[in-house]
């Protein structure tokens, strides 16, 4: 198998859901040694957008995307220390957090992995986050963006309270605040003054990468 049918097996590998192929396909591609760079952005970054794609013309829905980015977290597992050692480097850096009082992590951890497979480091902050653990994790991590989740509308306030602590914290000016989830709509988005609104998974990572080319 030369090396363009080994970057179009992990392409379908991902498409497919189908993790364990995946896998074998980046550990060939590996073992052919292929630069990681181009596993990463010619196989599975390609094949994410297109998971993505599909997604937003409801060709496939929240399943088949999740299973799509668990396939291509499982080749990243894989791959991540070789884009180490070769020092390639993330397009940009997410903080994700769902806000405190809600344990909802679903559509958090899509919107991760899907955010992965766009070419972002992710840091999970996990669930139930008060205000200071953002403050935190923006100081120890400096990323790009801030992306906080609510599933509960009883929780939409902790939105506000993570907004204002991070202004507090003299931080807004640091990081672009991307909010999502049920509960969540654009008009709650400006009105509380994040950057970005994401329905779904798959409109967070393209709207991430759209603002972080403007950047």
Request: charged residues 20%; negative net charge.
């Amino acid at each position: 198998m030369d090396h363009a049918e080994i970057l179009d097996q992990i392409y379908d590998s991902i498409i497919d859901g189908d993790k364990e192929s995946a896998r074998a396909a980046v550990q060939q591609a590996l073992d052919a040694h292929l630069p990681p760079g181009e596993i990463l952005h010619e196989a599975m970054i390609a094949a994410m957008r297109e998971v993505g794609k599909l997604f937003e013309e409801q060709e496939i829905f929240v399943p088949e995307m999740l299973v799509a980015a668990r396939a291509m977290q499982g080749g990243l597992e894989l791959l991540r220390p070789f884009l180490v050692a070769a020092d390639i480097q993330p397009i940009g850096k997410v903080v994700l957090g769902t806000v405190k009082g809600d344990m909802h992590d679903i559509g958090k951890n899509l919107v991760g992995m899907m955010l992965e497979g766009a070419g972002f480091a992710v840091v999970d902050i996990g669930v139930d986050a008060p205000p200071d653990n953002f403050v935190a994790a923006i100081r120890d991590h400096q990323p790009d963006f801030v992306g906080m989740s609510a599933l509960l509308t009883t929780t939409l306030p902790q939105m506000i309270a993570t907004m204002q602590a991070i202004e507090a914290a003299g931080l807004r000016q640091q990081v672009k605040i991307m909010v999502g989830g049920a509960p969540v709509s654009a008009e709650f988005a400006d009105a509380i003054g994040a950057d970005l609104f994401a329905p779904d998974a798959a409109t967070a990572a393209n709207r991430a990468c759209e603002m972080i080319a403007s950047l």
